[in-house]
């Protein structure tokens, strides 16, 4: 199957005299030669590159979300710590889709904040992600092409590591204490995210990926 190539034509301006005596010197002529050279770039390059930056802002967003939420738990205790949630990790992940010039989002069916339900493209990832779950099946990163290719849908699977995550998302009265549910409940009355145990799928990072600006880091 032969390969769809991007040319991309890069000018640099060309800076001469007016003075027809004055030459322009040899290094100067190969420099903007070179410099308006076409460059090629095949679809799978531009996939593998999307794929790889993808990778690089969902382990940022985790591990600042998370390095976030366990100060919180050592400041405030956990029952506070679901409050900072509500409040600091949207504009958190923001800051980061702006940083990037990406739209970065946490798509769950077990969600907690309605923000996090997911669209049609996602919903349908989700299904993939859930059902590989279910089976034994190692959940992979994907790349999908939204919107004739101009933008591409990072997603990977977000699952429960460890005996943390269930302080807020374990089973009631077992793994969440009373304090921490009356706090969810207050600030989540539509919660979906309980009765969790470790290894189960939480839902997974959604990054939209402008394929522009893929091509800019190549």
């Given at each position: 199957m032969m390969k769809k190539i991007i040319y991309i034509s890069i000018i640099l301006p060309f800076v001469f005299s007016?003075?027809?005596?004055?030459?322009?010197?040899?290094?100067?002529f190969?420099?903007?030669?070179?410099?308006?050279?076409?460059?090629?770039?095949?679809?799978?390059?531009?996939?593998?590159?999307?794929?790889?930056?993808?990778?690089?802002?969902?382990?940022e967003a985790q591990n600042q979300l998370i390095s976030a939420l366990q100060k919180a738990i050592e400041?405030?205790?956990?029952?506070?710590?679901?409050?900072?949630?509500?409040?600091?990790?949207?504009?958190?992940?923001?800051e980061l889709s702006t940083k990037h010039k990406v739209t970065i989002k946490r798509a769950s069916f077990a969600y907690r904040n309605p923000t996090d339900k997911p669209s049609e493209d996602e919903a349908a990832i989700l299904d993939a992600y859930a059902?590989?779950?279910?089976?034994?099946?190692?959940?992979?990163?994907?790349?999908?092409?939204?919107?004739?290719?101009?933008?591409?849908?990072?997603t990977k699977a977000?699952?429960?590591?460890?005996?943390?995550?269930?302080?807020?998302?374990?089973?009631?009265?077992?793994?969440?204490?009373?304090?921490?549910?009356?706090?969810?409940?207050?600030?989540?009355?539509?919660?979906?995210?309980?009765?969790?145990k470790i290894g189960d799928l939480r839902g997974m990072w959604s990054i939209k990926i402008p394929k522009s600006e893929v091509i800019k880091r190549l």
């Open positions: 007016c003075n027809s005596n004055e030459k322009i010197s040899k290094d100067i190969e420099e903007v030669n070179k410099s308006m050279e076409v460059k090629k770039l095949s679809e799978v390059e531009i996939l593998d590159e999307a794929m790889a930056w993808g990778e690089e802002i969902s382990s400041e405030k205790g956990i029952s506070e710590a679901v409050e900072y949630c509500n409040i600091e990790a949207i504009p958190m992940v923001q059902y590989n779950a279910e089976n034994d099946i190692k959940n992979e990163p994907n790349i999908q092409k939204l919107e004739n290719g101009e933008i591409l849908l990072y977000i699952q429960i590591p460890n005996s943390f995550c269930l302080n807020c998302h374990g089973k009631e009265g077992i793994d969440i204490s009373e304090e921490t549910l009356g706090k969810i409940d207050r600030l989540y009355p539509d919660d979906k995210a309980k009765g969790h």
